[in-house]
């Protein structure tokens, strides 16, 4: 089988890559690209583990071929930080302990940032619905829910 050339967008940077068509786009991110911070939890979309923005939309890259990231704007969560300054989710994550074993933690720092750039005041209900598509076994949800609201206040200047 051949492979096929992809042309994509990384975390605000240019990048290539060679894919097999099979390929999923978090076994390129992971074993290609070396961005190894979205982990694959089930290899079926229903943990969220593996969540990645691809133009403006978050999606759990175990789902999504590497050919499908031809042309697109995809932010992992090495891409959330600005250099050695973590976004506001990632600190409010920290502040409010809503981590244990960490395995979930970068879809659920994802999934928030694509959340709070769509709505950056959300209900608790609304940001309770948002990250359903993510399980944490360790923490429960409220560690995780009051760190997204905080931040979320943070970023509006609350």
């Known amino acids: 089988m051949s492979k096929i050339h992809v042309t994509t967008t990384i975390n605000g940077e240019p ?29 079926s979309g229903d943990c969220g583990a593996c969540s990645v923005i ?12 590497g050919v499908e990231a ?3 704007d995809i932010t ?3 891409g959330i930080a600005n250099g050695e300054d973590l976004h506001p989710v ?6 409010h302990a809503a981590l244990q074993c960490g395995f979930c933690t970068p879809g659920l720092i994802v999934a928030t940032k694509a959340l709070l ?18 399980l944490c076994r360790c923490t429960g949800y409220d560690k995780i829910i009051r760190a997204v609201m905080d931040a979320a206040a943070e970023m509006r200047g609350a």
């Open 15 to 43: 990048a290539e890559f060679l894919t097999e068509p099979q390929m999923s786009l978090l076994d390129i991110l992971r074993d290609e690209m070396h961005l190894t911070g979205s982990k694959e939890g089930c290899g």
């Open 90 to 95: 990632q600190r409010k994550f920290l502040e």
């Open 76 to 78: 992992t969560i090495e």
């Open 70 to 72: 031809e042309g697109k």
């Open 117 to 134: 750039d769509r709505n950056p005041d959300p209900t608790e209900t609304e940001a309770r619905y948002w990250l359903a598509g993510n």
């Open 54 to 65: 691809m133009d403006g939309r978050v999606v759990c890259s175990c789902l999504v071929l």
